[in-house]
């Protein structure tokens, strides 16, 4: 089938670099297609098949899609409740925002990866991404530069927090526990400890337990030891916070056993951490 390719100069607002749109299915007609811009879907509600190249995901609502540059894609064997938001946007705030980001950032992997990176959000992060987007038609049509910081901004956000870990389609780990894991990762659940990571699983403690230890090699309680500990060393190094307050701050309930594990983990105490990389860096 040849290829419809969308143009920027006829899809996008030039001057501000993208174009925002609230699609339903009852409305539109789609086609297969491709583009020489960059795209974010967010799915709202209702079921299709997304086609892409010779690939075909499953969508229902909560689904976050990346497209990029030259996917030949289209959806399929949708309902008629099928609805998503999109957010298109140019080649030069890519290319932008990846250099914002670093090296730290997974971008060629995003950009060469197989099929476009998928996020099944969960219904509350739907909603709240849903809103920040359509934030954007909020904007006086005639505030063009306002409109294109909103937008960095934002594409920003949705990269750091949905897109900076790569999840590769053949995966053998189940998208819960890979979802729940990175969540852990946030000191406002870790703090909480192994009642949060149940929670963000959605399974039993018994099999979320034995996957991740299949899967990562390590127990829910060491895991969460784990990013105590590192949050604790930060600490340590970039507050004034002294040792008891660092032991609560980072979810711990016995300051002995804080100390005990820090040591076990750094070869020396707190204060002693916190006297040696200091000095070091004067």
Request: proline share 4%.
């Amino acid at each position: 089938m040849e290829r419809k390719r969308l143009k920027a100069e006829k899809h996008l607002d030039l001057e501000s670099g993208c174009k925002f749109r609230h699609v339903k299915s009852e409305t539109e007609y789609f086609v297969p297609h491709c583009h020489e811009y960059y795209e974010i879907f967010l799915t709202l509600a209702g079921k299709a098949v997304h086609h892409v190249g010779d690939l075909q995901e499953n969508v229902g609502s909560g689904y976050l899609i990346f497209i990029r540059k030259d996917d030949f894609h289209d959806y399929k064997d949708y309902d008629e409740a099928f609805e998503f938001v999109n957010l298109a946007f140019s080649e030069d705030t890519l290319n932008q925002l990846f250099s914002y980001l670093g090296e730290g950032f997974p971008a060629q992997e995003l950009l060469h990866a197989p099929a476009p990176p998928t996020v099944k959000l969960t219904d509350n992060e739907t909603k709240s991404l849903y809103f920040k987007l359509a934030e954007l038609n909020a904007i006086d049509t005639a505030e063009k530069k306002l409109l294109k910081l909103k937008v960095r901004a934002l594409l920003a956000d949705i990269f750091t927090r949905y897109f900076s870990t790569l999840r590769e389609k053949d995966s053998p780990i189940p998208f819960w526990l890979e979802n729940a894991y990175e969540k852990m990762k946030s000191p406002k659940n870790f703090i909480i400890g192994k009642q949060r990571l149940f929670e963000l699983a959605g399974m039993s403690r018994a099999h979320t337990t034995r996957l991740l230890k299949q899967y990562y090699d390590i127990t829910p309680s060491e895991y969460i030891n784990e990013l105590r500990l590192s949050y604790a060393a930060n600490l340590f190094l970039t507050s004034n916070l002294n040792a008891t307050e660092i032991c609560y701050e980072c979810g711990f309930q016995n300051v002995s056993w804080f100390y005990d594990t820090f040591r076990e983990k750094y070869g020396v105490t707190p204060a002693q951490y916190r006297r040696e990389h200091l000095n070091a860096k004067s």
